[in-house]
């Protein structure tokens, strides 16, 4: 059930109200200044009537769904002074897998400023399958991202690995990534919500809609701001390409759930000669960006160089998309 603390009322009293009557309470954050728990009997029945009867108690209701934050999340979110979804111009994430040195990335930054790029993306903790291979530079490499996007203009995107990353990544970055591989750890969400910083939630390889929606719900619980949701291929049985890129979830995510989602085709294929094809057809199906992995010398890359761009592919493939809004009609 949701409560709902009466304005005024001290919301500390009415939890520790709620805990005395056996209940498992939960902070809901993130709705207009209105201040609501999430309630759950431990153990017997604490019926709705006794609730609304607490001090400083306005409502009682049963949640609509089992993910009410993500539902009530805009389907534009602002973050550092752009518009992602809700039918805005696609926004463009790019830059390479790893940030690999402080020159290599403020090269790339000032590549891609100038194509319409707004968020620039490069890994410092790195989830390799292989312990043997590059694991990223580590919270240096978030210093020199930060730099990099704050001399060119961009907004800075890089991802928590663990628990044990996410106040670097939060000083430094304006959009923590959570990566695929993490997507079902509550712990490292909940430490990524409590951060405070718009959240750019990767689908896990194998992971259903509704799960993917309730991690987004733990970001909003714990007190993100705003959830991207980014699709980024599923596993499947064909090595045709490195993942299964899965537009029905966009589709979904965008037209049924109203969420802002963006594609990243980098990751879906594995193979940069599809990524054009892949990314009209992402915004044709309600993409609100798209993530482009980039570099300027791709075989050079320390991770992921087969799937990467170079600035100048990045160029033609954003000049081979539709403007917005236009073809695709109102999304
Ligand atoms: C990445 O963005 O570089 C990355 C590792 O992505 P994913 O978590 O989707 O594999
Ligand atoms: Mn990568």
Known sequence: ????????????????????????????????????????????????????????????????????LVDAQPHAVRIGGVTVGGGAAPVIMAGPCSVESEDQILTIARRLRPLGVTFLRGGAFKPRTSPYD???????????????????????????LGESSVADVAEHADVIQVGSRNMHNSALLRAVGAAGRPTLLKRGMAATLEEWLLAGEYLLAHGAPAVIFCERGIRSFDPATRNLLDLSAVAIL???????????????????????????????AGAAGLLLETHTAPEQAMSDGPQTLTPEELEALLRGLPAPGAALGAR
């Open 254 to 284: 965008s037209h049924v759930h109203h969420q802002p989602v963006i594609v990243d085709p980098s990751h879906a294929l594995g193979r940069r000669d599809l990524i054009l094809p892949m990314s009209r057809a992402a915004l044709a």
């Open 1 to 68: 059930m949701i409560v709902t603390v009466k304005p005024g009322a001290d919301p500390d009293g009415v939890r520790r109200g709620l805990v005395a009557r056996g209940l498992w309470v939960t902070p809901l954050m993130g709705d207009k200044g209105a201040v609501h728990f999430l309630v759950r009997p431990y153990s017997g029945a604490v019926t709705r009537e006794e609730i609304a009867r607490l001090d400083g108690v306005a409502d009682v209701a049963e949640p609509r769904t089992p993910h009410p």
């Open 134 to 160: 590059f694991q990223g530079c580590g919270a240096v490499a978030l210093r020199w991202l930060a730099s990099a996007a704050h001399a060119t203009g961009l907004l800075a995107v890089s991802e928590a």
